[in-house]
């Protein structure tokens, strides 16, 4: 299954592509989003944005990293524990225009790896996203954000294949084209 989605997500790419550097802004943004898996740690999940933009298309390669160290006292003694997040994907959005107040709407395509030390199993999720959003232009070079995601979340591990979990998610954006 993951080798299918994997397939799936760079015909995705291919077929869609970047936008020709010709006549693209190429630019660099950053974000903070709650999911569902981060909401659970009680952390929020930084990402990192590389926004491709085209006329009205945004191609939106991104990155995101959370670790967490945890502690815990029970009846056993004490526990001490780390797990890390990180994200890859890439989104294709589109936009009515680069200027002013626009929406956007279109989808995003993620592999979450979850990595756990104290014995826990890695895992692997996948996340195909809905989006819809909206940015503001101050000016030709820096725009904000907020964008709404449905996710739906197959998740990947050894005990739990074929498994899925439909969420929300929120992301506060910031881009930066120079």
């Known amino acids: 299954m993951r080798n299918h989605l994997l397939g799936v997500s760079a015909c995705l790419i291919l077929v869609c592509g970047a936008p020709s550097t ?3 802004k190429v630019g660099f943004g ?4 709650t ?4 909401v659970l740690q009680d952390q929020l999940l930084g990402t990192i944005h590389f ?5 009205n298309i945004l191609f939106e390669p991104t990155f995101g990293l959370l670790r967490a160290d945890r502690e815990s006292n029970d009846e056993f003694g004490r526990d001490a524990s780390s797990q890390t997040l990180m994200q890859l994907g890439v989104g294709l959005l589109y936009a009515s225009s680069a200027e ?3 929406p956007y709407y279109g989808g995003r395509v993620s592999i979450l790896q979850e990595s756990r030390s104290g014995g826990g199993d890695d895992d692997t999720n996948f996340i195909l996203s ?14 904000l954000g907020i ?5 739906h979340f197959i998740i990947d591990t050894d005990n739990d294949s074929g498994r ?10 910031a881009r930066f084209y120079p």
């Open 51 to 55: 926004p491709i933009r085209s006329d």
């Open 22 to 24: 010709a006549q693209a």
């Open 147 to 151: 964008e709404i995601q449905l996710n």
């Open 100 to 102: 002013g107040t626009t």
């Open 35 to 38: 999911n569902v898996l981060a």
């Open 130 to 143: 809905a989006v819809v959003g909206g940015e503001h232009y101050f000016g030709k070079t820096f725009s």
């Open 30 to 33: 950053g974000g903070i989003e």
């Open 164 to 173: 899925s979990l439909t969420s929300t998610n929120k992301l506060l954006i």
